[in-house]
């Protein structure tokens, strides 16, 4: 019986290929440069003994002369503006494209008429419509760095928001100042006093033709817990058992849009945040102050739903303070988790999700 036994198709070994690429590299060295690029350009990085004829000899010194002109910066390209045919992705409106956190002092004026000059974190966005590719991200820094020697307030900042927008040709735009406040803090009993720092935010916002203000701050306090306290002196009054209540540091996050013509300080917003919840954390203290502290806190206990009210009591009787936000977390010394609150006023800060990791933004680390 005849067996047929089909041919295997065998791979070329290594003496043949070297025979292949001494045919290749003999023929690249006669053919010109366009028929090497016609057949396969890379074919120009197997001749060891020559340049790439397509390729330029580039030089490796930086031109310290060189100077552009207008022609010059013309012909640079620019896919950023580039046609809708280079978007990626989806065809849809990006509400927020721009720059986070470039940094910069940023000269404020005080309540009491002095000036201070704080390092700002800003950041800077623009809406973008659906048929453009993106924005020159820089344009935004160039703008912003056309008023940073001024002395900033609300309408300083609708100055740079009003250059951005013509700047990058948008509607709808937002500028974000993020600082740490200084302000001098007295003690309780002592009369020593140092300084408590802020975070604080500053939001200029403008969409749908519409211009708004808001301020953020954070207020850090102590938070003793009411039932806690209650226990405690019961189990002093009923057993003589000395028994202590739990307290721990806590966050309010405070955010305010801003109506009316009258300025509402920095400080307008801390004193508020004090009156309503006055255990606010001590920056220079001796024993009497920190028994003070005590006592304050034993006068003023509170559950993070007590917080949130009393805050929002107070900013519903300030004309200054349209539709506002209160998040309150009070990080608990009894649980291994926190109590949280949050209190809005108006449609502004309403909404139906929260963001997973909010809450783990109110910690304060000093």
């Known amino acids: 019986m005849n067996r047929h036994i089909p041919d295997v198709q065998r791979g070329p070994d290594r003496d043949e290929a070297e025979e292949a690429l001494a045919l290749l ?32 000899a580039l030089s490796r010194t930086f031109p310290e002369d060189f100077k552009s002109d207008d022609a010059y910066r013309a012909s640079l390209p620019d896919l950023q503006n580039g046609p809708a045919s280079l978007i990626r992705g989806s065809r849809q409106q990006l509400q927020h494209v721009g720059i986070s956190n470039f940094r910069l002092p940023i000269r404020f004026h005080t309540r009491d008429g002095g000036d201070l000059t704080l390092e700002t974190s800003v950041t800077g966005t623009v809406s973008l419509e659906a048929g453009r590719k993106g924005i020159n991200m820089s344009r935004i820094m160039r703008s912003f760095y056309r008023h940073a020697e001024k002395t900033f307030s609300f309408e300083v900042i609708e100055a740079a928001l009003d250059d951005y927008i013509a700047d990058l040709d948008s509607v709808d735009a937002r500028i974000q100042m993020r600082f740490s406040y200084p302000a001098k803090v007295r003690s309780l009993r ?36 009411p039932c806690s306290l209650e226990l405690s002196e019961h189990a002093r009054q009923m057993r003589g058992q000395l028994a202590t209540p739990h307290s721990q540091r806590s966050v309010a996050r405070i955010s305010v849009e801003v109506t009316g013509e009258d300025c509402l300080w920095f400080e307008d ?34 559950f993070v739903e007590d917080a949130a009210r009393l805050f929002c009591e107070r900013l519903l009787a300030d004309p200054r303070i349209g539709d506002f936000r209160i998040i309150a977390s009070h990080q608990e010394s009894l649980h291994s988790h926190d109590a949280v609150s949050i209190l809005t006023e108006g449609d502004t800060f309403t909404v139906q999700s929260i963001d997973p990791r909010l809450f783990s933004t109110l910690f304060h680390v000093g």
């Open 269 to 302: 917003l801390i004193d508020h945040a004090r009156a309503a919840v006055p255990t606010e954390t001590q920056v220079m203290v001796k024993r009497e102050d920190e028994q003070a502290f005590a006592e304050l806190n034993a006068a003023n206990p509170i």
């Open 190 to 225: 002592s009369g020593l006093e140092g300084f408590q720092y802020y975070d604080i935010a500053l939001e200029l916002v403008e969409a749908g033709g519409a211009r708004r203000k808001f301020m953020h701050l954070d207020y850090v306090y102590s938070s003793t817990c």
């Open 25 to 56: 590299r003999r023929w690249a060295t006669q053919a010109t440069p366009e028929e090497v690029a016609d057949l396969a350009p890379g074919i120009a990085r197997l001749l060891p003994d020559a340049g790439l004829p397509n390729y330029p």
